[in-house]
């Protein structure tokens, strides 16, 4: 059965103005787990959650970054699996040379996590597939060829679809390889800077996205909200009914 998460960058101004309700508010939807972003840089996670009855089981960090600082975060939270969120440096995928540099130090962080027995992986966008290909490749596909195979994949289908891809064809390429989604809804078209809407209401084709994904975590974002909670809400029913 799949995991129902949210990420919690979805609500990051309602986290600011009122942090207990907020995750209070996170609870009462019925999650099975919370995905919390810049899991070194907040303190008060472990103890927020824990309060709200709420558990982390995958998160967001900067891994090539702090990869100490995150590895700890991680084991206190006790999440199973950590995503880089974005490439390091933010044209990585530009170049073979410059994405190579970014996976070799990815990759060199798959020991000393798998020791504490936390799983790390990758989190996209849509310029990872928009770029121009790399040894006949898109950069995304050439990036995984390069990851040590014990580098999960969280594949944001949202931005997958905005980068021209079809996320089922990334489910035929990779398969288990993918054991998180990122499901979020809106007119697909229009870049960055677009407002995220609930779920079923925008232009992506979820049913097949999650009928295709049984055993993988389905984690709701909003990029953007016109009103992050009460749309939050309504599409973890979505995900719910659709279970």
Same mark, same amino acid.
């Given at each position: 059965?799949?995991?129902?998460?949210?990420?919690? @960058?979805?609500?990051?101004?309602?986290?600011?103005? &009122?942090?207990? $309700?907020?995750?209070?508010?996170?609870?009462?939807?019925?999650?099975?787990?919370?995905?919390?972003?810049?899991?070194?840089?907040?303190?008060?996670?472990?103890?927020?959650?824990?309060?709200?009855?709420?558990?982390?089981?995958?998160?967001?960090?900067?891994?090539? %970054? =702090?990869?100490?600082?995150?590895?700890?975060?991680?084991?206190?939270? $006790?999440?199973?699996?950590?995503?880089?969120?974005?490439?390091?440096?933010?044209?990585?995928?530009?170049?073979?040379?410059?994405?190579? +540099?970014?996976?070799?130090?990815? =990759?060199? %962080?798959?020991?000393?996590?798998?020791?504490?027995?936390?799983s790390i992986g990758y989190h996209n966008?849509?310029?990872?597939?928009?770029?121009?290909?790399?040894?006949? %490749?898109?950069? @995304?596909? !050439?990036?995984?060829?390069?990851?040590?195979?014990?580098?999960?994949?969280?594949?944001? +289908?949202?931005?997958?679809?905005?980068?021209?891809?079809?996320?089922?064809?990334?489910?035929?390429? @990779?398969?288990?390889?993918?054991?998180?989604?990122?499901?979020?809804?809106?007119?697909?078209?229009?870049?960055? $800077?677009?407002?995220?809407?609930?779920?079923?209401?925008?232009?992506?084709?979820?049913?097949p996205i999650l009928a295709a994904s049984?055993?993988?975590?389905?984690?709701?974002?909003?990029?953007?909200?016109?009103?992050?909670?009460?749309?939050?809400?309504?599409?973890? &029913? !979505?995900?719910?009914?659709?279970?």
């Amino acid at each position: 059965m799949p995991t129902i998460s949210i990420q919690l @960058y979805t609500l990051r101004e309602a986290l600011e103005t &009122d942090r207990d $309700g907020t995750l209070a508010a996170v609870a009462a939807m019925g999650v099975d787990e919370v995905e919390p972003f810049g899991i070194e840089n907040f303190d008060w996670l472990p103890e927020a959650l824990a309060a709200a009855g709420l558990q982390a089981g995958s998160a967001h960090a900067g891994i090539v %970054q =702090n990869p100490e600082k995150v590895l700890a975060a991680a084991k206190t939270l $006790g999440v199973t699996t950590v995503f880089q969120p974005s490439p390091m440096p933010r044209d990585a995928f530009e170049s073979a040379e410059s994405l190579k +540099t970014f996976t070799d130090a990815l =990759n060199a %962080q798959v020991d000393a996590f798998a020791a504490e027995g936390i799983s790390i992986g990758y989190h996209n966008h849509d310029w990872e597939f928009l770029g121009a290909t790399i040894d006949g %490749q898109t950069p @995304y596909d !050439y990036f995984v060829s390069l990851l040590d195979p014990r580098v999960v994949l969280e594949l944001d +289908t949202y931005w997958a679809a905005a980068g021209g891809v079809d996320p089922l064809s990334l489910f035929e390429k @990779y398969g288990d390889r993918i054991t998180h989604l990122h499901v979020k809804d809106g007119p697909v078209e229009g870049g960055h $800077g677009v407002t995220n809407v609930v779920l079923g209401t925008g232009a992506m084709d979820i049913p097949p996205i999650l009928a295709a994904s049984p055993n993988r975590a389905w984690v709701l974002e909003f990029d953007a909200a016109a009103d992050a909670v009460p749309e939050s809400a309504a599409s973890i &029913d !979505y995900l719910k009914e659709k279970k």
